[in-house]
């Protein structure tokens, strides 16, 4: 049984799925983990594909508590496949807090493009300005050893993409973790929109230093994730 805490944790990773079910992000795989404060713990989507269930159904009973070496420390799942990702980004990363595995389609179908990223909307297309690196393998991130590629790969990033295969964001908060990977797929529909009618021509230098060192995981921000995304779900 959950101790409390883990218990919160688990509902807001819950929500947080049906919210990127809901924003097209995920469908029937994919996952979201975050960390429980203070342990070597934590809370991970379980393993669901065999029931043929749908993710904007998910509920805390479908999260459960797994340690960084990936074995399952309480719940009623095993945990994901592809658990690799989350305890090889965590050992990694010790300033990120959530994880996000997606098959986002306009972001994964960037990463087989050969096209980079490019810095084209103030919206959302400033957190990637820097650049996105591609993990380039189309391969499942079923062991340690390609989790550490993955990890390396994204080095002190917040989103990759996977090649053929998806997208991965990392965040100080799940609200943080789940915008990365929602702003990623608007960036890049919008570079996809913005290619059909030209050659797109990225902010300058100049305009994305007005906005160098913007916080992306203010409270307000992290409020309005659920406020906004959270309204939009199915009553
Ligand atoms: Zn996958």
Redesign the pocket.
Known sequence: MADKETQEIKERVAQAIRIIVNEGLIEW??HLSARIPGTRHFCVLGHLHEEGRSLEETTAEDIVTVDLDGKLVEGGHEPPG?VSIHTELYKARSDISSVL?T?APAATALGVSGAALLPLNISYGLMFADGVPVFPSAC?INTPEVGQELAKVLGNKNAALMKG??TVSVGTSIEHCCSVSLFLEKAARFQLMATQFGEPQPISAVDLARYAGRKWDSEESRQRFWAFYGGRLPK
Request: aromatic letters at 0%; zero cysteines.
């Open positions: 795989s994919g592809e595995h098959h499942q295969h998806g």
